[in-house]
């Protein structure tokens, strides 16, 4: 899942940074509100961490022009200010959850898992290809019991491909909603993540994944005759 973080603050940015990215989610950073309010607009986020005094543009005010222009990207809002009225205020307006600094990071963690995993986003959080199955909570990859090793990005581009099976993905799709906003669209890191995905998954018995030249990639299920 890809995440926007909307903080002037670097310390507070690195921090969650580093503990969103070690529990599995992509992140894109923008430090005032009007970079946020574009990158919102670009790209679709699974939620957006907004801290509530940005310059240019509060987090209040992003959180209102987003809703108002029906970009229902779920939203925690970050603040120091702890009035029971701020809050209310807040959540009127559109924000999913308000948490006041200083916090736990397994706090907010736990917070964006329960968010994401609101039926309306109807993303399982166990997934199924023939007989590899996904812990998304616990990032762990199992055949018939046996662990299957990935790294964070092989795993988020894993459970990218399994939640959209079937369908040709662009390179430009893929790096948007797997890789965050600084990433060289013109490197081979895709290319270089399939080629191990392949080694990792395949069990070097048939194809899971397909190539289309020029295309992208999909992946494809598995019929239950050819299970592995």
Aim: include cysteine; charge should be neutral; proline fraction near 3%.
């Amino acid at each position: 899942m890809k995440l926007l973080i909307v903080d002037d603050d670097q310390n507070i940015v690195n921090l969650l940074r580093l503990a969103l990215k070690a529990a599995g989610y992509t992140i894109d950073l923008a430090s005032d509100g009007e970079q946020g309010y574009q990158l919102a607009q670009e790209y679709h986020y699974s939620l957006i961490i907004l801290d509530y005094n940005l310059p240019k543009l509060s987090g209040r005010e992003l959180t209102k022009k987003l809703r108002q222009e029906e970009i229902n990207t779920p939203i925690i809002i970050i603040s120091v200010r702890s009035e029971l009225g701020d809050k209310t205020d807040l959540l009127e307006l559109g924000a999913d959850d308000y948490l006041t600094k200083p916090f736990a990071l397994s706090e907010l963690i736990a917070r964006v898992k329960a968010i994401t995993r609101r039926p309306s986003e109807r993303q399982p959080n166990y997934l199924r290809l023939g007989n590899l199955e996904l812990d998304c909570d616990r990032l762990t990859v199992t055949r018939k019991g046996q662990t299957i090793n990935l790294s964070i990005k092989e795993f988020a581009l894993l459970e990218y491909l399994i939640r959209h099976k079937g369908i040709v993905l662009s390179r430009q799709e893929i790096m948007e909603n797997v890789w965050d906003a600084n990433a060289d669209p013109f490197s081979n890191t895709i290319e270089v993540h399939i080629s191990n995905l392949r080694k990792k998954i395949e069990n070097g018995r048939r194809e899971i994944i397909t190539t289309f030249s020029n295309r992208g990639y999909k992946l494809n299920e598995i019929p239950i005759k050819q299970r592995f």
